[in-house]
């Protein structure tokens, strides 16, 4: 347990830089670019972010849960890493030929930043960071982050000054990801050594890692697909709206995806060695954990989003207030089907039902945003991404009720959301007493989640340490 504590403080220290860069360079960044620059640079992204994702196939998952299960033997584990990453390799290489073809043949008015966005896609050839998470290496990754993630920042605010500078806030974006994913290639001489895979054995991977990659597509398509819908239906300022409610929610969204990135590794060693009951008894610790971040954060920032919005990303962003308030109950969503995901059905290898549960969330997200963006447009994005979140939570949950105790999670957790609308009601009440902006929201923030935080930590200390 004191590996996994460890690797989990490595993620969640990252994440909380994170959470705090975006607090710093979000509000600069909004202001400087304004929402049509940001929409643009959104837009951009996104459709790169399509190339990549056709680039690594399923190889995050597949590739952390293949290493996981091999690592005890040295010879195997560096076969297996060279394997997978050849494969990789070519499909990435052929992601980044076909993605130069789109900018010179269908980019328009924005092929010079998505020219520019082409750096980020040749960053699949080069991320081999599920090798480091399968071997449950994180102080490595999370090293290289944190210098990369910084040395972006002071890059950001020295050459990003105005509006015309969309071109270089896109390079150094680019460049940082680039360089994040090239560092951890100094480690893998040691680790992996070097052989010379044969073509024959890359066969064997490919199936595994496509089984793996649709269910990536689906989800990119209710998690990104809404932003090239609303750029194509509404316009960029739409994107930048939609984009500025995102990163709100994304910003503590980090700490449960920790959690998911730490334990995948950990279960599929522990689904490789039929070890099922020490498997249920981190699956329903997490879940408790998982459940008690997302209820505090999805009524914490529906709560504050009045006051916070107009202080972090500028009052052109005021129409952010009410999409953030939709999209807040995505988060325990979210939350409830990462930890089904990372911790039972990818290491189970349960791909067939973690596919049918995204591909769900994923038709559902192309109807929503094809009925509802052209006359609501971001906030029919919004509506969209509830709706794909709460299918694939659904879908998830039916698939596994017959071999883990659902309903015991259910029990576990239906009081933090008790606890979660009280602190809402504090919440509203510091807003309605305290007059100045600044004032009332530090008064929220840490009155607010203060009270949450003790009355789960009297929930847990009286009720669930019984059941652990």
């Known amino acids: 347990m004191s590996s996994i504590r460890k690797n989990f403080a490595y993620n969640v220290a990252y994440q909380l830089l994170l959470l705090v860069l975006p607090l710093i360079t979000t509000p600069y960044i909004s202001r400087v670019l304004g929402s049509g620059g940001l929409g643009t640079y959104t837009y951009t992204y996104t459709i790169a972010?399509?190339?990549?994702?056709?680039?690594?196939?399923?190889?995050?998952?597949?590739?952390?849960?293949?290493?996981?299960?091999?690592?005890?033997?040295?010879?195997?584990?560096?076969?297996?890493?060279?394997?997978?990453?050849?494969?990789?390799?070519?499909?990435?290489?052929?992601?980044?030929?076909?993605?130069?073809?789109?900018?010179?043949?269908s980019a328009g008015e924005n092929r010079p930043i998505a020219l520019l966005q082409a750096v980020f896609v040749l960053s699949g050839l080069l991320d081999i960071s599920w090798f480091f998470f399968g071997l449950e290496k994180f102080r490595i990754t999370v090293?290289?982050?944190?210098?990369?993630?910084?040395?972006?920042?002071?890059?950001?605010?020295?050459?990003?000054?105005?509006?015309?500078?969309?071109?270089?806030?896109?390079?150094?974006?680019?460049?940082?990801?680039?360089?994040s994913q090239g560092y951890l290639w100094f480690f893998v001489g040691k680790l992996a050594g070097w052989r010379r895979p044969p073509r024959k054995a890359l066969g064997r991977h490919l199936v595994p890692e496509l089984m793996l990659f649709v269910p990536i597509l689906a989800v990119s398509l209710y998690t990104m697909m809404d932003k090239v819908m609303l750029g194509a239906m509404s316009g960029m300022a739409q994107v930048g709206y939609y984009e500025g409610a995102s990163k709100i929610?994304?910003?503590?969204?980090?700490?449960?995806?920790?959690?998911?990135?730490?334990?995948?590794?950990?279960?599929?060693?522990?689904?490789?060695?039929?070890?099922?009951?020490?498997?249920?008894?981190?699956?329903?610790?997490?879940?408790?954990?998982?459940?008690?971040?997302?209820?505090?954060?999805?009524?914490?920032?529906?709560?504050?989003?009045?006051?916070?919005?107009?202080?972090?990303?500028?009052r052109e962003f005021s129409s952010c207030v009410s999409l953030i308030r939709w999209l807040a109950p995505t988060v325990p969503l979210i939350a409830w089907a990462n930890v089904l995901r990372t911790q039972y059905l990818i290491p189970n290898h349960e791909?067939?039902?973690?596919?049918?549960?995204?591909?769900?969330?994923?038709?559902?997200?192309?109807?929503?945003?094809?009925?509802?963006?052209?006359?609501?447009?971001?906030?029919?994005?919004?509506?969209?991404?509830?709706?794909?979140?709460?299918?694939?939570?659904?879908?998830?949950?039916?698939?596994?009720?017959?071999?883990?105790?659902?309903?015991?999670?259910?029990?576990d957790s239906a009081v933090f959301?008790?606890?979660?609308?009280?602190?809402?009601?504090?919440?509203?009440?510091?807003?309605?007493?305290?007059?100045?902006?600044?004032?009332?929201?530090?008064?929220?923030?840490?009155?607010?989640?203060?009270?949450?935080?003790?009355?789960?930590?009297?929930?847990?200390?009286?009720?669930?340490?019984?059941?652990?």
Request: with cysteine; glycine share 10%.
């Open 249 to 314: 929610l994304n910003i503590p969204m980090g700490v449960i995806t920790a959690l998911g990135t730490v334990m995948l590794p950990r279960m599929s060693s522990l689904a490789a060695k039929g070890q099922v009951r020490e498997s249920g008894r981190y699956i329903r610790g997490s879940m408790v954990f998982a459940m008690f971040l997302a209820s505090g954060m999805m009524f914490g920032i529906a709560g504050i989003a009045g006051g916070f919005v107009p202080l972090f990303l500028g």
């Open 49 to 105: 972010n399509y190339f990549l994702l056709a680039g690594m196939l399923g190889v995050k998952n597949y590739g952390n849960r293949s290493i996981a299960a091999v690592r005890e033997d040295k010879e195997l584990l560096g076969r297996t890493f060279w394997e997978i990453y050849s494969l990789q390799f070519l499909c990435s290489a052929a992601a980044l030929a076909v993605y130069l073809g789109y900018v010179f043949l």
């Open 417 to 468: 959301f008790l606890f979660g609308g009280m602190m809402l009601a504090v919440i509203l009440v510091l807003e309605r007493a305290i007059t100045n902006t600044a004032a009332a929201l530090a008064a929220e923030i840490c009155v607010g989640g203060g009270f949450y935080a003790a009355l789960s930590a009297l929930y847990y200390r009286r009720y669930l340490r019984k059941a652990f």
């Open 143 to 179: 090293t290289r982050n944190v210098v990369i993630k910084l040395a972006t920042l002071a890059a950001m605010f020295l050459f990003v000054r105005r509006r015309e500078d969309l071109w270089i806030y896109t390079l150094i974006m680019a460049l940082g990801t680039a360089l």
């Open 351 to 411: 791909d067939k039902s973690y596919l049918l549960s995204v591909a769900l969330g994923a038709a559902v997200n192309l109807l929503v945003n094809a009925l509802l963006i052209p006359r609501l447009q971001a906030l029919g994005a919004v509506i969209g991404t509830l709706c794909a979140e709460g299918s694939v939570c659904l879908g998830q949950t039916v698939m596994v009720r017959k071999k883990l105790p659902v309903a015991c999670y259910l029990k």
